[in-house]
């Protein structure tokens, strides 16, 4: 089980390690360093990949390179084009695209409560290791969320706990087979559940 990576990709650094009960973040870069925990009771794992970049930086280099190109085929029929323009175009091409490349993020990210995503670069420090990364903090936050949800209190009200099993199948920590066996499992606590769920706490 992977239980740390470590992201680097130019002035980005983001550093990732799973706790017993969360997921500690670290992430750095040229405007911003913080350090968060994330709860694995937050994390409710849908995945996305997202790709960032500057949309007018792109527009530009497509410009410029479309325009050294008619200035390179085209400068010869047109007087005041000669190959300066050709030259001109190009570097301005070649300078956008590298700052669009260094720019550009391909992240997965990770839902959580709130709208908010964990970001993990998709291909560092490989596609295989992020991967592996992800199904490691998903299977531990399955086995803490069944822990500590799963062990049903006949003295803790139903509807929290029947609340707390809904969750789970939210998040997918129970399939459909799983939850109806765990609420049925529930429903025998607290006795008669068709008369018990408004009951709190226990048995009248």
């Not at 527009?59 to 007087?79: H, K, Q």
């Not at 709130?114 to 295989?128: A, G, V």
């Not at 903090?137 to 809904?166: C, H, S, V």
Request: glycine residues 4%.
């Amino acid at each position: 089980m992977t239980k740390r990576i470590l992201q680097k990709r130019f002035f980005d650094r983001r550093e990732y390690t799973l706790e017993d009960d969360c997921v500690k973040a670290k992430v750095k870069d040229f405007k911003k360093e913080y350090e968060v925990d994330i709860e694995y009771d937050r994390i409710i794992g849908n995945k996305h990949r997202m790709v960032d970049g500057s949309v007018t930086t792109y527009v530009i280099m497509r410009i410029s390179f479309i325009l050294m190109v008619l200035t390179l085929l085209f400068g010869d029929l047109i007087n005041w084009i000669n190959y300066k323009h050709t030259i001109i175009f190009g570097v301005i091409g070649l300078t956008t695209l590298i700052v669009y490349f260094i720019s550009r993020k391909d992240f997965i990210k990770i839902k959580v409560t709130e709208d908010q995503f964990i970001y993990f670069h998709k291909n560092k420090p490989s596609k295989i290791e992020v991967e592996n990364f992800i199904e490691s903090m998903i299977e531990t936050r399955d086995n803490y969320l069944k822990g500590k949800y799963l062990d049903f209190d006949k003295l803790m009200p139903y509807e929290d706990q029947k609340k707390d099993l809904t969750m789970l199948k939210e998040y997918k920590v129970l399939n459909q087979q799983e939850f109806e066996i765990e609420e049925q499992r529930l429903k025998k606590l607290f006795g008669n559940l068709d008369q018990t769920e408004s009951q709190i706490g226990f048995k009248k």
